[in-house]
């Protein structure tokens, strides 16, 4: 379903993507891991449409991304990629449920229709008493629900998850990940997951190992 052919990418001299490939099938959970400045991020970037690559493509569905107008890229992140940080990334200013709502509002859906669906994620990740609440007055588990709801309301084909669990204890990030998984599997969405975190990796169908920007030979599982 999403491919990288060769992908390579710099910044400021420094090669972070060395002809990276793979391929991801519909449903499926992949990890990329390795140490700090292996190129995971920007792997991921790529692949999601935020970096555009300097050389190799980016191909969903047989048809290559990484080349469509500003535009089209736009909206095809909108419908069909998810994106979830560390950090969760919320906007302050808004509740829980209009966070979630905001990707629908963005693509034009009426605000009825936007906040009962965010209702309903929220109901799904087992948050659904945070959804008057402004992101400050929500755990760093509750954020990462919300996050997850946000990252999933739009029905994506694939959920890019950069260290999900990075700023949650130990219980915390378990039950982020069998949130983010469970309501992902639902929808048949496929998952990729940046991490450095060996139990994060262990949820992955499939481990990507990334070393000086490029897939260390041999040592996928």
Known sequence: MLEARGLGKSFGGTRALNGVSLAIAEGEIVAITGPSGAGKSTLLHC????VRPESGEVVLD???IDTLPEDDLTRLRRQSFGVVFQSGELVPELTAAENVALPLLFDRHGRQEAMTAAADWLARLEVSGCAGRRTGELSGGQRQRVAIARALVTGPRV????????????LGGEQVMGALL???RVGRAAVVLVTHDNRVAAYADREIPLRDGAVLVGAER
């Open 47 to 50: 692949l999601a449409g935020v």
């Open 62 to 64: 047989g048809t290559r």
């Open 159 to 170: 959920v890019f998850a950069d260290e999900p669990t990075g700023a949650l204890d130990t």
């Open 182 to 184: 469970g309501a992902a």
